[in-house]
C-alpha cells in the first residue's frame, strides 16, 4: 500500500494544502496552469511543503511527456534518454522534466540540461530544499522562475489530517476513527509545518490502533506521542537555514526581544553549534549593545568562554545569561556606524597626510623631517585636553562618531561639551 500521503495527494490546486500566496485564485500558479505557457520552475522549500505535488498537477495540465528523476541518482546519461525522447512521437509536443532535489546535481550535469531549455523542447520542472541562489547554476535561474513553498501553517495541517482520517475511515470500513483534539495538536505541533510527517504519524497511530468493541479506534494525547516522531530541527551549520536563525537570533536581540532571541539561541544549540553561537553574541555585543553598556562585552566574553569550557548541554546556562542580558540592555549602533564610515572614506576618498606632529619621531634624523615636532601633550593641560588637529589633511572637519541617545554617551557627549567648547 501506499503511504497516505500519496493516497491523498491533490488532484487540483484547489485541494492543495497551504501555499495559497503562490497557488490560490488568481495567484501567479494559479494563472500559469490556466494558460497555454508553462515556464522552467524551480520550487524552493522544505519537505513536506507540496513542491511535487504541484509539480503532478501541472504535469497532468499539459500535452507533453512527463518524466521524473531525483538528482540524487539520476546521471547526465538519464537526462541524455529523456532529450532524446524529443525526437520520438511521445515528445512532439515537449517534455516536461520534474527534477527533485537539483541543488545534488554538479555544474555540468546541470549545464546538460540548458541546451535544450533554450530550444524550449524540455520544460524544467526543478525542486529543492536548498536555496537555488546558492546552489543552482546561473544559466538555470536565469532561465526559472523561482517560487518559494513555506512550511504549512497549523490550520492548513489540520486540514490535512481530517482529510486523512476520513479516507482511513474509507478503507477501513470502521465506524469511527476518534482522535482527541489534544492528540491532533500534538501531531500538527511537532511536524515543523511538513504535511507528509504529520499524515505518517497519523497513519501509524491509526493502523497500530486495535479497534474497540464497537469497532471504534480511539487515539489519545499519549498514543499520539508513541507514534510521532521527535521534532527534528533542520539544521545544517554550512546550510541556508544555519544562517537564517543566526540572522534571526541578532535581529530579535537587536530588537530586545529577549523571549524571540531565547528561542532562536534554543534552535542553535539543537544544532549543537557551539562556537558560531558564542562568536554571534559577541559580534551583538559590540555592534548593536555597544557604547549604551560597554561593560557587556566583558560579561559576554565570560560567559561565552564559560561556555566553551562546559561543553553542552551546560552551556546552555550562560549562553542564555548572555542572549537574555543583551537582549535587555540599552541598545548603541555608534561603534560600527562609526568605523564603517572611516572605512568607506579610504575607499573612495584621498585622505590625506597624517600631521607631521603625530607622526613618529622616535628615530634618528625625526626632527629635520619635522616630526613630532610641536605636538601639545594633552595631560600638560587642564583637563588633560588642549585643542589641536588630529585628523588628515584632507579631512579636517570629518565627523565619524556621533553620540548615541543612551544614558552613557549622552553623559560623555555633555562632558565634552563642557570641555571643549
Known amino acids: 500500500m501506499?503511504?497516505?500521503?500519496?493516497?491523498?495527494?491533490?488532484?487540483?490546486?484547489n485541494e492543495v494544502f497551504g501555499q495559497k500566496h503562490i497557488i490560490g485564485e488568481g495567484k501567479i500558479l494559479d494563472r500559469i496552469l490556466k494558460s497555454s505557457l508553462v515556464p522552467n520552475m524551480i520550487f524552493y522549500g522544505p519537505p513536506g511543503t507540496g513542491k511535487t505535488t504541484v509539480a503532478n498537477i501541472i504535469a497532468k495540465k499539459t500535452n507533453k511527456a512527463f518524466y521524473k528523476l531525483?538528482?540524487?541518482?539520476?546521471?547526465?546519461?538519464?537526462?541524455?534518454?529523456?532529450?532524446?525522447?524529443t525526437n520520438t512521437l511521445?515528445?512532439?509536443?515537449?517534455?516536461?522534466?520534474?527534477?527533485?532535489?537539483?541543488?545534488?546535481?554538479?555544474?555540468?550535469?546541470?549545464?546538460?540540461?540548458?541546451?535544450?531549455?533554450?530550444?524550449?523542447?524540455?520544460?524544467?520542472?526543478a525542486s529543492t530544499t536548498e536555496n537555488p541562489y546558492f546552489y543552482v547554476y546561473n544559466a538555470i535561474l536565469s532561465r526559472s522562475t523561482?517560487?518559494?513553498?513555506?512550511?504549512?501553517?497549523?490550520?492548513?495541517l489540520m486540514k490535512a489530517v481530517n482529510r486523512a482520517v476520513e479516507l482511513i475511515k474509507d478503507e477501513l470500513k470502521t465506524t469511527e476513527i476518534i482522535i482527541t483534539e489534544d492528540a491532533k495538536k500534538y501531531a500538527v505541533g511537532v511536524s515543523s509545518g511538513d504535511v507528509r510527517k504529520t499524515l505518517n504519524s497519523i497513519e501509524i497511530a491509526v493502523y497500530s490502533t486495535k479497534p474497540n468493541e464497537e469497532g471504534?479506534?480511539?487515539?489519545?494525547?499519549?498514543?499520539?506521542?508513541?507514534?510521532?516522531?521527535?521534532?527534528?530541527?533542520?539544521?545544517?551549520?554550512?546550510?541556508?537555514?544555519?544562517?537564517?536563525?543566526?540572522?534571526?537570533?541578532?535581529?530579535?536581540?537587536r530588537g530586545s526581544d529577549a523571549d524571540a532571541a531565547v528561542l532562536y539561541?534554543?534552535?542553535?544549540?539543537?544544532?549543537?553549534d557551539l562556537k558560531s553561537i558564542c562568536r554571534r553574541l559577541l559580534v551583538i555585543a559590540a555592534e548593536d549593545i555597544?557604547?549604551?553598556?560597554?561593560?557587556?562585552?566583558?560579561?559576554?566574553?565570560?560567559?561565552?568562554?564559560?561556555?566553551?569550557?562546559?561543553?553542552f548541554p551546560e552551556a546552555r546556562i550562560p549562553l542564555a545569561e548572555a542572549v537574555i542580558l543583551l537582549a535587555t540592555s540599552p541598545k548603541s549602533n555608534s561603534a560600527i556606524t562609526a568605523v564603517d564610515s572611516a572605512l568607506r572614506d579610504l575607499d573612495t576618498i584621498n585622505v590625506g597626510s597624517i600631521p607631521d606632529y603625530l607622526r613618529d619621531g622616535h628615530y634618528e634624523g625625526a626632527k629635520k623631517l619635522g616630526r613630532m615636532q610641536d605636538y601639545k601633550y594633552p595631560h600638560s593641560y587642564e583637563n588633560n585636553y588642549v585643542k589641536q588637529k588630529y585628523l588628515p589633511s584632507n579631512l579636517e572637519n570629518r565627523r565619524y562618531?556621533?553620540?548615541g541617545k543612551n544614558k552613557i554617551e549622552e553623559k560623555c557627549r555633555e562632558y565634552w561639551e563642557r570641555i571643549k567648547y
Open 2 to 13: 501506499k503511504p497516505l500521503a500519496d493516497r491523498i495527494r491533490p488532484e487540483n490546486f
Open 70 to 85: 531525483n538528482a540524487t541518482t539520476a546521471s547526465v546519461k538519464d537526462v541524455r534518454e529523456i532529450t532524446d525522447s
Open 90 to 125: 511521445m515528445g512532439r509536443n515537449g517534455v516536461l522534466l520534474y527534477l527533485d532535489e537539483i541543488q545534488n546535481f554538479n555544474k555540468k550535469q546541470q549545464q546538460s540540461l540548458l541546451e535544450f531549455m533554450e530550444n524550449g523542447s524540455i520544460t524544467l520542472i
Open 146 to 156: 523561482i517560487f518559494e513553498f513555506k512550511p504549512l501553517e497549523s490550520d492548513e
Open 216 to 253: 471504534n479506534i480511539f487515539i489519545d494525547l499519549e498514543t499520539m506521542k508513541e507514534c510521532t516522531q521527535k521534532n527534528v530541527l533542520n539544521f545544517d551549520k554550512d546550510g541556508d537555514n544555519h544562517y537564517d536563525i543566526l540572522s534571526a537570533f541578532q535581529k530579535s536581540i
Open 265 to 272: 539561541l534554543a534552535m542553535l544549540i539543537k544544532g549543537g
Open 290 to 311: 555597544g557604547l549604551a553598556y560597554p561593560q557587556a562585552i566583558s560579561i559576554v566574553k565570560a560567559c561565552t568562554d564559560s561556555a566553551l569550557e562546559l561543553g
Open 401 to 403: 562618531y556621533e553620540y
